[in-house]
């Protein structure tokens, strides 16, 4: 193999791991100059792939779809046949290895032409996987988007549906996608409220890519782990009350951690955090939680107020009472 065909080859693989790059960083890599970058370029357009170029300081190169599958060592069958296996694998409640799926997905659907994305999508609908659990319907495409956003650190715009109903347009730095309990997540930093954020993909919908790259903030599999744990504890309950506590937002935030998602500020010195649970008991398991001496009123409604009172005089007796 020729030095230039090496370095085409490297090059190619370069565009397909990131959405884009810039010029100087591409050449850089390769060890060349980017009077040599554009040559290369040029040889991978003749080959029949479609290479955007895209002039200025924040200009560079990305991997386009074209209008015939570029020649990679796949024939169109064994292609869709991929493609497919990932879509269906996707779409499901992955054990393990979602960003492996997910980036593989996003990277062949990159360059997959239209009519064989057809061919994808009509085969994946009538194949159904047994032994997984079924979850929330979310559109390959958007996983793959979003998918290509947390690889290349993009920021992307989209609209989000909550529990409520109420549409909003967010901005964000996507960092990772999960799943968890029948959903699939995306765990992100709001760039509106300047703090992490997870959003249910299948309430997400119009995935605008910015173009704007960010330096991601530093998070380890924990942190990550806890951020999903709280968002599928985070749902609309039968018992929902608020309480005042009598901290700062930013103390309270502090102590409580991803806990304290949905806290407010009342005042200064205090801040307004919703609680709940299925029943009475869940909720006043969470306002355990509250910082030892930390004092707090809460608004839970009756009849669960005075259920929740009666648990808790029970308790004291007992705790008053003689230990066996």
């Known amino acids: 193999m020729s030095d230039t065909t090496g370095r085409a080859l490297a090059l190619l693989d370069l565009l397909q791991t990131h959405r884009h790059w810039p010029g100087p960083e591409l050449a850089t890599r390769l060890g060349v100059t980017e009077r040599t970058v554009r040559r290369d370029v040029e040889r991978l357009r003749d080959l029949g792939y479609r290479i955007e170029s895209m002039p200025g300081a924040a200009g560079g190169y990305r991997l386009e779809a074209g209008s015939a599958l570029p020649p990679l060592l796949l024939s169109d069958e064994e292609a869709v046949a991929i493609a497919v296996g990932?879509?269906?694998a996707a779409t499901q409640r992955l054990v393990g290895g979602p960003d492996t799926t997910l980036t593989a997905l996003a990277k062949l659907q990159q360059v997959l032409p239209a009519v064989l994305r057809r061919r994808v999508e009509a085969i994946a609908d009538a194949v159904q996987a047994t032994g997984i659990a079924s979850g929330s319907s979310v559109p390959t495409e958007v996983l793959a988007e979003l998918a290509l956003a947390c690889r290349d650190h993009e920021r992307v715009r989209f609209r989000y549906t909550s529990a409520a109903g109420e549409e909003t347009t967010r901005r964000v730095e996507p960092y990772a996608l999960a799943p968890a309990d029948r959903h699939w997540y995306l765990l992100c930093r709001d760039l509106e409220k300047n703090d992490w954020r997870t959003f249910r993909?299948?309430?997400?919908?119009?995935?605008?890519?910015?173009?704007?790259?960010?330096?991601?903030?530093?998070?380890?599999?924990?942190?990550?782990?806890?951020f999903i744990w709280v968002a599928t504890s985070w749902v609309r309950t039968a018992v929902e009350a608020n309480a005042v506590v009598e901290l700062p937002l930013a103390a309270f935030q502090n102590a409580m951690g991803q806990w304290a998602q949905g806290a407010e500020a009342v005042d200064a010195a205090r801040t307004r955090w919703p609680v709940?649970?299925?029943?009475?008991?869940?909720?006043?398991?969470?306002?355990?939680?509250?910082?030892t001496g930390v004092d707090y009123t809460t608004d839970l409604a009756e009849p669960q107020r005075s259920e929740l009172r009666e648990i808790l005089e029970r308790m004291l007796r007992a705790l008053d009472g003689s230990g066996a």
Not at 201 to 226: A, N, Y
Not at 276 to 291: A, K, Q
């Open 86 to 88: 990932l879509r269906v």
């Open 201 to 226: 993909v299948d309430r997400l919908s119009g995935v605008e890519h910015t173009r704007v790259l960010f330096e991601p903030k530093p998070l380890t599999p924990e942190q990550i782990e806890e």
């Open 276 to 291: 709940g649970g299925r029943e009475v008991r869940e909720t006043m398991y969470g306002l355990s939680w509250i910082p």
